[in-house]
C-alpha cells in the first residue's frame, strides 16, 4: 500500500459507486491503474465489501443505544457472539476492557423497543449486568479509519 492506494480508499471511502475514470482524475493516474489497484485491494482483502449507508431515522429507527454488557466469566463469550448475530436490532458489538467486557450498539423504533431488547440481552447466559447509554446524536461515524501508517 502506497500513498496513492490510500488517497483511492478514501475516495472510495466518500463514495463506493465512484467510477475508475474519476478517481483517476483526482489523483492523476492512468483509468486501468486506478481499475488494478482497486483489484489487488480486494483481492488482498483491505477492501472488504462495497456497501451503503442507511439514514436509520428514514428507514424508522428513531432510537440509537449503546449497551456495555459483562458477562459473569470469560466461558460464556462464544455463546453470547453467536446469540447476538441473530439480533438484527444489534448492528455492532465490540469486546472490549475496562469495567465491561462488551459494547454492543443498537438501533431500534422506540424506548418500548430498546427496553424489550434489554431484557433479551440481560436473559442470555451468562449475562451478568448491564449498562445503557441513548445516543442523543451522531457526530461522527466513518465506519473505518484510512490513515497512512507514516502519518
Known amino acids: 500500500m502506497d500513498a496513492i492506494d490510500y488517497k483511492i480508499l478514501k475516495i472510495l471511502q466518500k463514495n ?3 467510477t475508475a475514470s474519476n478517481i483517476s482524475k483526482e489523483i492523476h493516474l492512468s483509468v486501468s491503474a486506478v481499475i488494478e489497484r482497486i ?3 480486494e483481492e488482498t482483502g483491505v ?3 462495497y456497501t ?3 439514514d436509520e431515522k428514514k428507514t424508522g429507527n428513531e432510537m440509537t443505544a449503546l449497551m456495555e454488557v ?3 466469566h470469560p ?3 462464544d455463546s453470547f457472539a453467536d446469540a447476538i448475530q441473530k439480533l438484527e436490532y444489534i448492528v455492532s458489538c465490540y469486546y472490549q476492557t475496562g469495567d465491561f467486557d462488551l459494547i454492543i450498539r443498537i438501533s431500534c423504533h422506540s424506548s418500548d423497543e ?7 440481552v440481560m436473559s442470555l447466559p451468562g449475562v451478568d449486568a448491564t449498562r445503557t447509554h441513548v445516543v442523543l446524536k451522531n457526530v461522527k461515524n466513518i465506519y473505518s479509519a484510512i490513515r497512512r501508517p507514516d502519518k
Open 52 to 54: 451503503i449507508i442507511v
Open 39 to 41: 483489484r489487488k485491494m
Open 75 to 77: 466461558k460464556f463469550f
Open 114 to 120: 430498546l427496553e424489550e431488547i434489554h431484557r433479551q
Open 70 to 72: 459483562s458477562l459473569e
Open 47 to 49: 477492501i472488504k465489501e
Open 16 to 18: 463506493a459507486r465512484e
